[in-house]
Each structure stands twice: as structure tokens, then as C-alpha cells.
């Protein structure tokens, strides 16, 4: 299971003011706490960005990539600050992933950027307008994506499907087809699609001391369906025990008393 | 989902105390405890009972059920105790469950038990000496207990069949196969087949602070492909949470910010 870890966000204040006043240590020290914690993959998302973005991705870029040896996941809607994140960004560590593109007619570009910088790219199944109904309309939606992509030349392994997770608080039943849609996503191509939820939209709207419990249990069903990765909270100690425990169901990691300490 | 309070146990120093000294409290004030948080039947483990079993059997039965209107999950190996705890029991409160039939030959008696005093009935799979390797094997076991327990006039809504949980400590591949036993076990009639399992047997062996979390992980995992009932502890708040957010992404309740206290 692969952990993006998520706190690098401009929606988080201390986050936002340390963009703003290009002070790298609260970023660096978040970055090296999700690392330590067991991400995978660094998120850093700098929102639109739509003055100086290229600048601002590139010493984000290079300001965690001083600290940790981690690949990022590059999340911006802003393309050109997305190819400076892409130039900027240190492969000896590791692929970057691209966050993301989708099929609205404005994200097509970032499989363009993925295939020249042999990124990794998230593909939200989202587009023309309203939000897909259920499971099978976000395997339409995710078969016109891996056809673009097969365009631009981004191969299938390196795309990564998101079903688009919705809040259960006002849109319960999305719950359940989101994570049919993830199991139906890996039927799309032999050998099976990646796919990557943007885990904490389910508890978006619940009660603060409730999001856990139920990103958490979301979480085990989405994995037992075969979920590849998830953009999540790495420094939620119950979540990533709970991943944990259930690799060990699925046989993923051989059980000892010391699994919850690997 | 079916909750079937465990903490009335034998196996308890408390408990098996206060059975020997037939001190009623100890044991009225587990049933309460249990029943109020959410326990749909109490389990009452007086083990084999060998001496004297019908007499504490009825004596626990009449005393749980002053104290609680809940019907009751009678549990022994003795036939002749499980027969007084059947004459006793108060079945304006629910009809009773066996624990259990299984396809060992002394186990055959609780089917006839069950149709004599109209009881419900757990059907272990389990018998002819080995355990089940797989789930393919806990079907077949599953087919012959239920083909007898038509021969003794046992409807098949009537029976909830066990896959048997084993650990995962020790036995880690029989988690999955556990799983799989409880989705196919559905599907040997229409309506589909009710399911139960001793839910700690899964953590026996583990170490204690990780028991909870092995627990409840799992039973979310079981629920997601079925499960109807499960023999567990109500006291163990996190489990319980589990249990009622599992429900709201399986659409079986509707989703409020107050339905953890539902």
C-alpha cells in the first residue's frame, strides 16, 4: 500500500503562511515527519498558484527534497508551476507523480507533462460537468482518460485512477460506488490498473473526532477491493496501523507480533 | 449486524467465580453492561459443565434474564445443561441460540435440541478430526450440516453457519480463507445462508494492546462480504464504532453525525 502523504497543503494555515514567506522549515519539518511515518510519496499542494507558481513549486520542490530523499506528488492545477515542479524535482529518489489530471478538457495537459518528464499521473474520473453517478460511469470516464493517455504516450502502469471520493455526510451511497469503481478499475487493463483515492473527502463535513474512524475504515475496504495507494495522513498513528493490519489480512505482509513496528 | 455479547465466560476468573459460588451479581452486571451497549443476545459459556451442568445452566439463565430482556447464545458442550438452559429460557425476550452443532458426531444432539425447543442455531464447521484447510472445505462441511439439520427439522433460516476463525498469529492464510467461507457459505441457498464466528478467536495469541485493532479490522473486513452475526465483546467501544460505521458504508444505516450513539 502506497501512503501520499497529504499535510503539505495550502489549505492548512501554517502551511500557507510558510509558502507566503518562503520560510522552508515548517515544510521541511512536516515532510520529514511523514517520511519517518512511513509515506511513500510526499504531496505538495500549492493550490492554483496563479502568480509566481512556477517559483513557488520549484522551492517547495527543492526545499523538501533537501530534507528527504522522498519522490513528490506534484498537485496543482496550474501547468506551467507544474512542469517547473517537474524539473526541479529529484528522480535519484523516485518518480514524481503528477496531481492530477482528469477528463476535463484543462487537464489534458498534464499527460502531455507526464509523458515528457516520465512522470507517474493521477487520472480523477471527472468530467464533462456533473459528477459521475456511480461505478460504471467512472470506468467510462477512466476508459476516454487511458485512451489519451495511450495518445500522449503515458503508459497504463504509470496512471494511477481515482474514483473521486465524495463526502458520505451528504452523499452516502457515492461511498459504496467508489469503491466498486476501484475494483472494476483494475479490470480495464491486464496487468490491472493502478488506482489512488484522495482518502480524508469521505469524513469531509463529519464531526473533527469522527474523521479518523471513518477514514480509517474506508480505508480497509477500499484496500481489500485492491486499492494501489491513497493521499492520506501518514502522522494518523490508528490509520496507518489499521493499513497495517490489514495487509496482514490480505497476506500482504507475514504477520509477527512486531508487524505494527515495520 | 448481530452482536452477541462474549464477556459471560468461563473463561473469565470473575465469572467462573461467581458461577462456583452462584453469586448472581458479577454475572447480572456483565449482561446489563453488555445489552446496553448494543449486544443483541448475551453468550453464556459455562464450558463442559460435567457435573451439576443443568442446574447452573438453568441458574444462569434465570439469572441473566432477571436482570436483562435479551435472549441468550446457550453455550456448552453438554447436551443435558444446553437442554435445562433451553427449558428456561424466556423466550418472550427472543428465541435462544445454540453454540453450537458442528459436524462431529456428539455434536449431531443440538440439532435435535433445536427443533424440539424451536432454537436457533450456530453450525461450526468443523469435523472428522482436522480443521478445514480452506473455505471450499468449510462449504462442504457446511452442506453436510445443513442437509442434517433438514433430517431433524431444522429450517435453514434457522442455522447461522461458523466458518471457524482461527489465529492469525499462527495461522495467518486461514484469515482469508475465513473470509471467503463466510461470502460462500451465503451462497449455498436462497435466502442466503445466515453466517456467525467467534470473533477473538482471530487475535488469540497476539499480543493483548493490539487485540482491539486486530479485531475490529477484521470483523469490518467480514461484514463487508456478508457476515450476520458475531460472537464479541460490546464493552470494547472501538469495536462497536467499527461495527456502526462498517453499517453506514454498507448503506445499512443512514448516515448521521449522531449515529455512532444510535
Avoid at 110 to 133: D, F, V
Wanted: proline share 5%; with cysteine.
Amino acid at each position: 500500500m502506497i501512503i501520499i502523504g497529504e499535510k503539505i497543503s495550502i489549505i492548512a494555515k501554517k502551511v500557507r503562511e510558510a509558502m507566503n514567506s518562503r520560510d522552508p522549515k515548517p515544510i521541511q519539518e512536516l515532510a520529514e515527519a511523514q517520511w519517518k511515518a512511513g509515506a511513500h510519496f510526499i504531496d505538495v499542494n500549492i493550490g492554483p498558484a496563479e502568480e509566481k507558481g512556477g517559483e513557488l513549486m520549484t522551492w517547495m520542490v527543492e526545499s523538501i527534497q533537501k530534507t528527504v530523499q522522498a519522490p513528490l506528488c506534484l498537485d496543482t492545477t496550474n501547468a506551467a508551476a507544474l512542469e517547473a515542479g517537474l524539473k526541479a524535482h529529484n528522480n535519484a529518489w523516485g518518480r514524481p507523480l503528477i496531481n492530477s489530471t482528469s477528463n476535463e478538457p484543462d487537464r489534458f495537459i498534464m499527460l502531455e507533462l507526464a509523458a515528457k518528464y516520465n512522470a507517474l499521473c493521477i487520472a480523477l474520473t471527472l468530467g464533462k460537468g456533473s459528477l459521475p453517478a456511480d461505478a460504471e460511469e467512472r470506468c467510462g470516464i477512466a476508459a476516454e482518460i487511458m485512451g489519451r493517455a495511450a495518445e500522449y504516450g503515458v503508459p497504463m502502469e504509470d496512471l494511477y485512477l481515482d474514483p473521486l471520493i465524495l463526502q458520505v455526510c451528504t452523499m452516502q451511497d457515492q461511498a459504496q460506488h467508489a469503491i466498486k469503481a476501484v475494483k472494476m478499475f483494475q479490470e480495464l487493463n491486464d496487468p490491472p490498473m493502478k488506482t489512488v483515492v484522495g482518502l480524508s473527502n469521505i469524513s469531509n463535513g463529519v464531526p473533527k473526532d469522527m474523521r479518523s474512524l471513518i477514514d480509517r475504515v474506508y480505508l480497509t475496504l477500499l484496500m481489500y477491493e485492491g486499492l494501489t495507494a491513497a493521499i492520506a495522513n501518514p502522522l494518523d498513528k490508528e490509520l496507518m496501523d489499521v493499513v497495517k493490519t490489514t495487509e496482514v489480512f490480505m497476506g500482504k505482509t507475514l504477520y509477527a507480533h512486531s508487524y505494527l513496528e515495520m
